[in-house]
T-cell receptor, first 115, second 110 residues
Framework: ETGVTQTPRHLVMGMTNKKSLKCEQH?????MYWYKQSAKKPLELMFV???????ENNSVPSRFSPECPNSSHLFLHLHTLQPEDSALYLC??????????????FGPGTRLLVL | DQQVKQNSPSLSVQEGRISILNCDYT??????FLWYKKYPAEGPTFLIS?????DKNEDGRFTVFLNKSAKHLSLHIVPSQPGDSAVYFC?????????FGQGTELSVKP
């Protein structure tokens, strides 16, 4: 595997379900990110992890719970979601600390539908 | 208030011609700018970037121009090809945090 991978690619869940999204980066980066993309809206940053430590929580509801066990893996645990949470969830990684030019590389995303 | 704006939701161009995608930003502290390309059902793919200390960066058919005084960024694709049809997002960075525009859907017609 190369780049950034995400599983599952598609997920349908009920509002009472608990599910997890998984992201793995094979680029040797030290930072990982979760983004949400809703229809016709810009990508919204949700969480940032730098060296496994959460450095940003962009006012995300507690029904989204991130976990970063190491610098290569990132999870997003989902619990009691609402239909308006249906969106494309994207994971990205980058190498922070190289100066200003820190490009983020994205995975293919998980298309989530909450019924 | 959106800090990064792409005011054209769509653009249609004939194959072989130039495509020009535009992006405006409001925060003068942004120090790095990027363009991403996105196909349906895939994640954004990094295309080209430019540092705030430059005004032009070129990579093959793709050139990004930065006008800091106007807080304006543009991506030129020449010649345009049907495979370039996708949604293009501009993004601005401050301290490694990216702010994205809404995207412009480019359609290149044969």
């Amino acid at each position: 595997e190369t780049g950034v991978t995400q599983t599952p690619r598609h997920l349908v869940m009920g509002m009472t379900n608990k599910k997890s999204l998984k992201c793995e980066q094979h680029l040797g980066h030290n930072a990982m990110y979760w983004y949400k993309q809703s229809a016709k809206k810009p990508l919204e940053l949700m969480f940032v992890y730098n060296f496994k430590e959460q450095t940003e929580n962009n006012s995300v509801p507690s029904r989204f719970s991130p976990e970063c066990p190491n610098s290569s893996h990132l999870f997003l645990h989902l619990h009691t979601l609402q239909p308006e949470d249906s969106a494309l969830y994207l994971c990205a990684s980058s190498q922070l600390g190289l100066g200003k030019e820190e490009t983020q590389y994205f995975g293919p995303g998980t298309r989530l539908l909450v019924l | 208030d959106q800090q990064v704006k792409q005011n054209s939701p769509s653009l249609s161009v004939q194959e072989g011609r130039i495509s020009i995608l535009n992006c405006d930003y409001t925060n003068s502290m942004f120090d790095y700018f990027l363009w991403y390309k996105k196909y349906p059902a895939e994640g954004p793919t990094f295309l080209i970037s430019i540092s705030s200390i430059k005004d032009k960066n070129e990579d093959g058919r793709f050139t990004v121009f930065l006008n800091k005084s106007a807080k304006h960024l543009s991506l030129h694709i020449v010649p345009s090809q049907p495979g370039d049809s996708a949604v293009y997002f501009c993004a601005a960075s401050q301290g490694g945090k990216l702010i994205f525009g809404q995207g412009t859907e480019l359609s290149v017609k044969p």
